[in-house]
Nanobody, 114 residues
Framework: QVQLVESGGGLVQPGGSLRLSCATS????????MGWFRQAPGKQRELAAT???????YYADSVKGRFTISRDNVKNTVYLQMNSLKPDDTGVYYC????????WGQGTQVTVSS
């Protein structure tokens, strides 16, 4: 079992930054892959970024160059640093991990608006 708890969402103006955090209940070094998905209103959930135990990262084209995913093995936390935010980045952001199966956090709202 893996429990994931997100934090760090909120309201930000276009061009601003936010950092999301995802704390895990299991040692992060034992979790092969973690990442962040997002779901905009009326749209399907989509992948934003992933990171492996070895530190390899993947980014969706829509966030590449603006978002950075990282993991802290001591704090058992994964982060998503989001810069140059756009209104299209608005949505609920979900932390995801794959251990023996897929696990999801409860989601945190990100709103980009002036």
């Amino acid at each position: 079992q893996v429990q994931l708890v997100e934090s760090g969402g909120g309201l930000v103006q276009p061009g601003g930054s936010l950092r999301l955090s995802c704390a895990t209940s299991r040692s992060i070094s034992s979790i092969a892959r973690m990442g962040w998905f997002r779901q905009a209103p009326g749209k399907q959930r989509e992948l934003a970024a992933t990171i492996t135990t070895g530190g390899s990262t993947y980014y969706a084209d829509s966030v590449k160059g603006r978002f950075t995913i990282s993991r802290d093995n001591v704090k058992n936390t994964v982060y998503l640093q989001m810069n140059s935010l756009k209104p299209d980045d608005t949505g609920v952001y979900y932390c995801w991990s794959f251990y023996d199966r897929n696990y999801w956090g409860q989601g945190t709202q990100v709103t980009v608006s002036s």
